[in-house]
């Protein structure tokens, strides 16, 4: 801790926040400055104290503004003025100080301003220039003027009591509709809402006739608010959606604006590759057109893919011609359909192929095989004749390894035989 700190009024922060600050302790640390404590009670470090300084000003602080080191705002600022003092300021400015005694810049002065308004303000806010607030056209209003101002326009006022303009009072419109409005919001301009939508809703009629001025079909048969979506055929033949908020501002047709295409145009380029188009509107290049393929697929795709620079097409062709190209002749690797051939005899008996695990301890005899897992072993042929069924052709590998075998064969097959050569002395190669 600093010295300042410890002069300050500052202790140990382990003590102070454990220990509870007593009332007369308060006391006395105010006492020990020459001040008066007029607060009754100690409530916490927050709770604004009332006091009455050395030089006579009565103010409130809290306990830790104090310990910190704050005192007397007035005191501090040297502004604490004589009541000859103020009494000639207001004079200055041709008002009349009815007060006789200055507490602090705080408390409330009575006056009479220089057009006979009987006021009170603090000599705070009337030393830096503010005056009465009737003259400055500031004045507070009553219940009595707001209800006058609310009649003017036929509206009910149905609170009985106006605290600030920000306050919300209850009132009833000429139309019978019951809502709440602060009375800045009313000087402002605002009124009741459902008239103010019930205003803004335009005949239906007139919104049919607007369409059909620019060769528009409107296909809704309601309209409800101006942002509510409105379904129309352009005269491209596009259906889309649009609000009248939207059309009264100029928008029209996004796909007329964008060159986007029109179902009948979407309908000839799928019959180019011999495509059946199903569905019967466009609404934009996302939005799933159904269709039947030439091989008879039905199925759906957005016009942004079928125009796409890789030709999306029927997935399920595509996944076909996938199939085709991953199995069979498509394959690389295709060998001619011997997975298909049978194995010999002896590899139908089950405790033949127990005794190759176990002659190979049940482990994978691939030096770098990582799969721990003793409960996933294969027998592997390591010439790949599903018919050589001989001990010294067999080898015991887990199943990751076993597919692994079947790139580089050649390569495999001289690795298994050379394991196989040197652990059991076979004459594989």
Not at 116 to 131: E, F, L, P, R, Y
Not at 149 to 154: D, G, N, P, S, T
């Amino acid at each position: 801790m600093t010295y300042s700190n410890f002069k300050s009024g500052k202790r140990c922060r382990l003590c102070s926040h454990n220990a509870p600050i007593s009332y007369d302790y308060v006391k006395r640390q105010f006492e020990a400055v020459n001040y008066k404590l007029l607060s009754k009670e100690y409530i916490n470090s927050s709770t604004k104290l009332k006091y009455i300084c050395p030089k006579g000003t009565i103010s409130y602080i809290t306990w830790n503004s104090f310990q910190q080191g704050h005192r007397c705002g007035c005191c501090a600022k040297n502004v604490q003025p004589t009541m000859d003092k103020i009494k000639k300021s207001f004079e200055d400015r041709n008002a009349k100080l009815l007060s006789k005694k200055y507490l602090n810049c705080y408390e409330k002065l009575d006056y009479i301003c220089e057009n006979g308004h009987k006021q009170q303000i603090s000599w705070d806010s009337w030393s830096v220039g503010h005056g009465c607030p009737i003259c400055a056209g500031n004045k507070k209003h009553v219940i009595e003027f707001v209800k006058k101002e609310f009649e003017k326009e036929k509206y009910i006022l149905l609170s009985k009591e106006y605290i600030n303009n920000k306050n919300k009072l209850k009132y009833e419109c000429p139309k019978g509709h019951i809502h709440f409005i602060s009375y800045g919001k009313w000087l402002y301009g605002r009124r009741c809402p459902t008239c103010a939508i019930e205003k803004s809703k335009v005949d239906f009629n007139l919104i049919k006739e607007s369409f059909a001025k620019e060769n528009y079909i409107l296909l809704s048969e309601k309209y409800i608010s101006s942002l509510s979506k409105l379904k129309y055929k352009c005269p491209k033949g596009t259906i889309g959606h649009i609000n009248w908020n939207s059309w009264s501002l100029g928008h029209r047709c996004k796909c007329c604006a964008y060159n986007m295409p029109t179902i009948d145009f979407i309908r000839k380029e799928f019959e180019k590759e011999n495509y059946i188009l199903l569905s019967n509107e466009y609404v934009n290049g996302t939005t799933k057109l159904n269709y039947i393929c030439p091989k008879g697929h039905r199925h759906s795709m957005s016009w942004s893919n079928w125009n796409h620079p890789k030709k999306y097409r029927c997935t399920f062709c595509a996944r076909e011609r996938s199939s085709i190209r991953m199995f069979g002749s498509g394959n690389p690797q295709w060998k001619g359909g011997i997975t298909c051939e049978p194995y010999c005899e002896i590899w139908l008996d089950k405790e033949y192929k127990k005794d190759i695990k176990i002659r190979d301890q049940n482990i994978c005899l691939n030096p770098y095989c990582n799969n721990f897992n003793t409960n996933d072993l294969v027998i592997h042929h390591v010439d790949y004749n599903k018919k050589n069924c001989s001990p010294s052709n067999l080898i015991t590998v887990c199943r990751s390894c076993n597919i692994k075998a079947n790139i580089d064969r050649s390569w495999h097959q001289l690795w298994y035989k050379t394991i196989l050569n040197k652990r059991y002395k076979y004459n594989c190669l």
